[in-house]
């Protein structure tokens, strides 16, 4: 199977097997953990040149970023090891699963997509030249059916998905997606409250391509009630400024500052994340929208929680940001 991605923005891993295992996502020793999430640097830091796959560690039992060993193209890092529970040996009948992508090196990059990515372990080398945020929760099949209804906002482009016929009552829209349908849509954005395998709570943010405004500065800031500082990919000319208009603000981080130092300007950072101003708060956020007006009538979302080690890092990672 050739399934190989130009950019990847976050990994949601949703993936559960019915027979003999359950998959789960693993850590840098292979071991099931309830989330990790991987920060890919950039080849150019501050103008030092570096590889395109190291990239820092992050989950429960690390406490802070940690430099990996391993490179994102390796089988033998926490993506590569969580993904070949998948490639090594699914079947049609026994896993729920979904792989998308907007887009897929084989295949034209359409607009009405959801600017959403899925991935296996074979990283592309149009992938190295910037930052790249991922993200792995393991969940429960409880939590299916809020993740289904998420996808429908999403319009993900799928490419290779499977929903077995026991359990497309629970997961409609996810099985409509897989057969090539569009789910029909009550609203345009929905929020749903999911809980990882661990009890930890997640806050899934999705937005449909008709809720046309910036995810951040329209929605998430003010349904959370906090400012909220932001990374996302302050490249093109039609990048959205800070934004103190409502009673949330939002303020673009302009600079990221990652343990060893690993220090990058956002125009070399892909990733989609932000951080609540107050430390009080504690909320942190990742997702796959960029403050850019070209994307505002795109589908996409957040995933965010008041997780103190997931905050506390990406909060000290924020190196400079621009106030309104």
């Known amino acids: 199977m050739s399934m190989l991605f130009q950019l990847c923005v976050c990994i949601l891993l949703f993936l559960i097997g019915f027979s003999e295992a359950v998959i789960s996502c693993l850590n840098e020793n292979g071991q099931p953990v309830d989330w990790f999430i991987i920060y890919k640097l950039p080849i150019y830091k501050m103008d030092v040149k570096g590889s395109g796959v190291d990239y820092m560690y992050l989950d429960p039992s690390v406490m802070d970023f940690q430099m990996s060993k391993n490179i994102v193209n390796s089988s033998k890092g926490a993506l590569g090891r969580t993904l070949t529970q998948l490639y090594s040996g699914y079947t049609s009948n026994s896993s729920v699963y979904m792989l998308y992508n ?84 009550k609203n345009r954005r929905s929020l749903q409250k999911l809980k990882s395998v661990g009890g930890q709570t997640f806050f899934s943010f999705a937005k449909s391509r008709n809720y046309v405004d910036d995810i951040y500065t329209g929605w998430v800031a003010q349904a959370l009630g906090t400012d909220l500082l932001v990374e996302s990919w302050l490249h093109q000319a039609h990048q959205l400024p800070s934004n103190c ?80």
């Open 102 to 185: 907007d887009a897929p090196p084989e295949l034209k990059y359409p607009s009405k997509y959801g600017h959403t990515k899925e991935r296996n372990y074979s990283y592309p080398s149009t992938g190295k030249y910037y930052g790249q945020t991922l993200l792995c929760i393991t969940y429960n099949y409880s939590q299916f059916p809020q993740i289904s209804l998420q996808l429908a906002y999403l319009n993900p482009r799928m490419y290779n998905c499977s929903v077995p016929g026991a359990f497309r009552q629970d997961i409609a829209e996810m099985a409509q997606i897989c057969d090539g349908k569009t789910p029909a849509l």
């Open 245 to 324: 208009s409502l009673p949330r603000h939002v303020m673009n981080i302009n600079r990221v500052c990652l343990p060893g130092p690993q220090m990058f300007r956002s125009y070399e950072d892909h990733s989609k994340w932000c951080v609540s101003y107050a430390f009080k708060d504690q909320w942190i956020c990742l997702g796959d929208l960029n403050r850019d007006s070209g994307q505002a009538g795109r589908g996409g979302g957040l995933i965010c929680s008041q997780n103190s080690i997931i905050y506390k890092a990406f909060r000290q990672a924020m190196a400079g940001y621009k106030h309104c």
